[in-house]
């Protein structure tokens, strides 16, 4: 009895659903041949509301009101009229007749125009007033706030609702509803609003965002989850050349750019809210290019936008996303300044492209109201909080957010409320939430404990053998105050167990000032990068590489303690500063750390050699890394993925003779990455090192340059150099490489549907070695500089399957060293858009 029951609760809830939204209409355009037709322009007679066919002729459309007739166009075919004869019309079939005549546009296969098209003098005019329309007429204003931000699961069918993981959770199928840009059933699970009070300052670039109230349910006091939203629909102007979206960028249809990459056409003019406006419908010229189709209305004296609704094409070249859709409406002050009142994005997430395939709805609706205007405010109003959480913010009264709230909730929206709360209590729900907590954290969660990382428990090296590892760390929460973390692993050949433990305890939030130490004792392979930290839980991947190339026995005992103060005094600007101590033995038989404490002599031929380094140092970090986002407010915070400039520099002074230590140096180390998005042309980045030591020092605390013996691409090292193959006490390097995203393989056609993405790149050092370095080497190991400048140069295809990427180095210099690889293979895993 239960499945008829639901199948009936079912369809009542479907019936509600129709008669809320009163005409519903989906279909697919077509010519003669039965060919689909794309970008046809599909509206609601006597209406301005109208949709863009996908590249497959499909669409669907709805609105409140009652519509009896809907009218079909496309450039080159003759209009066609459509009668619904009941609300709700699906899987229309609708065929178009070719054009005996074109006026006004003349069109060759499928494409405008560039010259007597109007839609483009009417482009042109944006262009112009561009920087005179909206906030940019201020020097600052203000304004509030409304954020609600969604997750939705997509095409729920009966089949998907009788699944057997859904067992005990029927009850959520209850808030089934249907998507008006779709027209696909969805089930929300997450949703979070905010309020906010905006500041900005057109004059000194400036805005500020103080968050007054917030509040989740689905999923309560997620950050990551947030954050990642955030990311990803991150703020953006309809009027920039270029929109940046999960990490791509998208041409804008108003771009100054826009005719090479749109067709435009003036396709109606009407009032719009008592103003005269022209409606523009665009879509690509090519194909598997970061572009939208859509339309606009634009008023025609300040030729500012009235209302855009814009999809992303579904052959862009983006991954785990079918659909993008935006929609943004302007409202008029002073008869003439249009400002942006509502801004509504929703991104479709699918493991594939397919029409039926289920997926997940990611929704942000923004609001905006109360504008004021040239209150100026001091420069030191902007300044970003380092670490500020009011925990009254997040919990406000249902009272206060049925005051506060731009809009009220549906009655479905608040019942979402009550059932992702409940959802939270049962138990399988649970289970499934822990699952993918795993695979995101890589941590199992306890109380209070978390066990991890899981995906360090195995690795292997030539000393080791096989390797098995074990850690966890204190967990309260994404804010706690203090942390323990620890491991310990076996080897499986040298039959010894290796630790590691360290704490950190922030004693002041305003500042980030942060208190740690600890202790690790591991094998290491050192020298696996130029940048080195004191970092007692760090591992190279270099060293429990499962497969290498060639030797992999240069590894080394390490026992390293350490204590530092951090602070950050203002946003993204960290200073450190520690104390460590180290001692630095070889864990192989093949290899050698050894240093003359007296170099050979008439009277002592073999001179005096020690074997093991022990070493204590100081050091001063600065670090600065700006429009880095993170998340939580807490002793550790996770970065969230987005590019960032870093630029990093550390002093260090060792000291002879305390704790029994054995040299006397002074090192320095700077760090600089620099990431370029170049609109549709892709990301470049710009990576200098550069260090030197004052002093005498031996090969354990020399500055080796990072070679790769591994399979796997490794950042910041050097694909064809070896482990020890060049060491320095000065360095010099620099790197540059750059993803074209596929700019160029969607322009030949028979790799167009593969969505290759194409990177270049170059890697270049220049060191030397002096000579008093020189003379107390006894290792054995033959120091190599590269005086005449080491380079070598990659190409390589990512997104190949959507998740591998395959890049090809050769050396262009050193050629002729005996031993080494001229060129290599390297292979990496990874989730991106």
């Given at each position: 009895m239960k499945k008829p029951l639901f199948f009936i609760l079912f369809f009542l809830f479907a019936a509600a659903n129709i008669?809320?939204?009163?005409?519903?209409?989906?279909?697919?355009?077509?010519?003669?041949?039965?060919?689909?037709?794309?970008?046809?322009?599909?509206?609601?007679?006597?209406?301005?509301?109208?949709?863009?066919?996908?590249?497959?002729?499909?669409?669907?459309?709805?609105?409140?009101?009652?519509?009896?007739?809907?009218?079909?166009?496309?450039?080159?075919?003759?209009?066609?009229?459509?009668?619904?004869?009941?609300?709700?019309?699906?899987?229309?079939?609708?065929?178009?007749?070719?054009?005996?005549?074109?006026?006004?546009?003349?069109?060759?296969?499928?494409?405008?125009?560039?010259?007597?098209n109007p839609a483009l003098d009417i482009l042109r005019k944006i262009w112009e007033r561009k920087r005179k329309n909206g906030l940019n007429l201020f020097a600052q204003y203000q304004m509030e706030k409304y954020e609600k931000v969604e997750f939705d699961m997509n095409t729920i069918d009966s089949a998907f609702m009788k699944n057997k993981i859904f067992k005990g959770m029927e009850f959520i199928f209850d808030k089934v509803d249907t998507s008006r840009i779709t027209g696909k059933t969805y089930l929300p699970i997450f949703i979070n609003e905010a309020l906010y009070d905006v500041y900005g300052d057109t004059k000194l670039k400036k805005i500020k965002e103080k968050i007054k109230?917030?509040?989740?349910?689905?999923?309560?006091?997620?950050?990551?989850?947030?954050?990642?939203?955030?990311?990803?629909?991150?703020?953006?102007?309809?009027?920039?050349?270029?929109?940046?979206?999960?990490?791509?960028?998208?041409?804008?249809?108003?771009?100054?750019?826009?005719?090479?990459?749109?067709?435009?056409?003036?396709?109606?003019?009407?009032?719009?809210?008592?103003?005269?406006?022209?409606?523009?419908?665009?879509?690509?010229?090519?194909?598997?290019?970061?572009?939208f189709k859509g339309d606009f209305w634009v008023n025609d004296s300040t030729f500012a936008i009235k209302k855009i609704n814009m999809a992303v094409t579904k052959s862009a070249n983006i991954n785990w996303i079918k659909d993008i859709y935006i929609e943004q409406e302007f409202d008029v002050m002073n008869d003439s300044v249009f400002l942006l009142t509502r801004d509504y994005m929703m991104s479709d997430f699918a493991l594939n492209k397919k029409e039926k395939s289920k997926g997940v709805y990611g929704k942000r609706t923004t609001f905006y109201r109360n504008h004021e205007f040239n209150k100026e405010k001091p420069l030191a109003f902007y300044k970003d909080e380092v670490n500020y959480i009011d925990n009254e913010v997040y919990n406000k009264s249902d009272e206060y957010w049925e005051e506060n709230r731009f809009e009220n909730l549906t009655k479905d929206e608040l019942g979402v409320y009550k059932m992702l709360d409940t959802l939270q209590t049962v138990k399988k729900f649970k289970q499934l939430y822990s699952l993918v907590s795993i695979l995101g954290s890589g941590y199992v969660e306890f109380k209070n404990f978390d066990y991890g990382p899981i995906f360090s428990s195995f690795g292997f090296n030539e000393v080791e053998g096989v390797r098995l590892r074990a850690g966890g760390r204190t967990y309260f929460g994404p804010n706690d105050p203090w942390r323990l973390q620890g491991f310990t692993a076996y080897g499986f050949d040298d039959n010894k167990f290796k630790y590691g433990v360290s704490g950190k305890w922030m004693v002041d939030k305003k500042n980030r000032i942060i208190l740690s130490g600890g202790n690790r004792r591991d094998i290491e392979q050192i020298g696996a990068s130029l940048t080195t930290t004191n970092d007692v839980m760090g591992r190279s991947f270099a060293s429990s590489a499962l497969f290498t190339t060639g030797s992999n026995g240069?590894?080394?005992?390490?026992?390293?303690?350490?204590?530092?103060?951090?602070?950050?005094?203002?946003?993204?600007?960290?200073?450190?500063?520690?104390?460590?101590?180290?001692?630095?033995?070889?864990?192989?038989?093949?290899?050698?750390?050894?240093?003359?404490?007296?170099?050979?002599?008439?009277?002592?031929?073999?001179?005096?050699?020690?074997?093991?380094?022990?070493?204590?140092?100081?050091?001063?970090?600065?670090?600065?890394?700006?429009?880095?986002?993170?998340?939580?407010?807490?002793?550790e915070r996770d970065i969230v993925d987005s590019p960032y400039t870093r630029f990093f520099v550390n002093y260090s002074h060792g000291f002879k003779g305390v704790l029994n230590s054995d040299f006397q140096y002074e090192k320095l180390q700077l760090f600089y990455k620099q990431p370029i998005i170049i609109g549709p042309l892709g990301r470049t980045n710009i990576i200098l090192e550069a260090g030197k030591t004052f002093g005498t020092i031996p090969l354990g605390l020399m500055s080796v340059i990072p070679g790769n013996q591994t399979y796997f691409s490794i950042e910041n090292t050097f694909s064809n150099l070896n482990f020890y193959e060049f060491v320095t006490d000065q360095y010099v390097t620099l790197q540059w490489n750059h993803n074209f995203n596929g700019r160029l393989f969607s322009r030949i056609p028979f790799m167009r549907k593969l969505n290759w993405r194409e990177i270049i790149g170059v890697k270049s050092v220049y060191g030397t070695i002096s000579d008093a370095n020189r003379a107390i080497n006894a290792s054995g190991l033959p120091y190599n500089a590269p005086e005449n400048i080491y380079w070598e140069y990659s190409a390589g295809i990512g997104n190949i399957f959507k998740v591998f990427r395959i890049d090809f180095a050769w050396r262009g210099s050193y050629l002729n060293t005996p031993d080494t690889q001229k060129f290599s293979v390297k292979g990496s895993f990874g989730f991106y858009f």
């Open positions: 008669l809320l939204a009163q005409t519903k209409v989906s279909g697919i355009v077509t010519d003669k041949a039965n060919q689909p037709i794309p970008y046809a322009n599909v509206v609601f007679k006597n209406s301005n509301i109208g949709i863009v066919t996908n590249e497959d002729g499909r669409f669907y459309i709805e609105s409140p009101q009652t519509y009896s007739t809907l009218v079909i166009s496309s450039v080159g075919f003759s209009e066609k009229e459509i009668a619904l004869d009941k609300a709700v019309n699906y899987n229309f079939k609708i065929q178009l007749n070719e054009a005996e005549t074109l006026k006004e546009v003349v069109v060759f296969t499928g494409k405008t125009s560039k010259k007597n109230a917030n509040k989740t349910s689905g999923f309560q006091g997620n950050q990551q989850i947030l954050a990642f939203v955030k990311d990803l629909y991150s703020e953006y102007n309809i009027y920039d050349n270029h929109l940046t979206f999960f990490d791509k960028s998208f041409t804008s249809p108003l771009s100054t750019t826009g005719i090479d990459v749109y067709n435009y056409i003036l396709r109606d003019s009407a009032y719009v809210d008592k103003k005269w406006c022209y409606n523009i419908v665009f879509y690509p010229r090519r194909k598997n290019e970061l572009t240069k590894l080394t005992n390490i026992n390293l303690t350490n204590l530092a103060f951090e602070m950050e005094p203002i946003k993204n600007l960290t200073f450190q500063t520690g104390l460590s101590y180290r001692t630095l033995q070889s864990a192989s038989s093949v290899f050698s750390l050894d240093y003359y404490t007296t170099l050979p002599s008439t009277t002592n031929p073999s001179g005096v050699v020690k074997s093991d380094v022990k070493q204590s140092e100081a050091n001063i970090q600065i670090e600065y890394t700006p429009n880095k986002k993170t998340i939580g407010f807490g002793v």
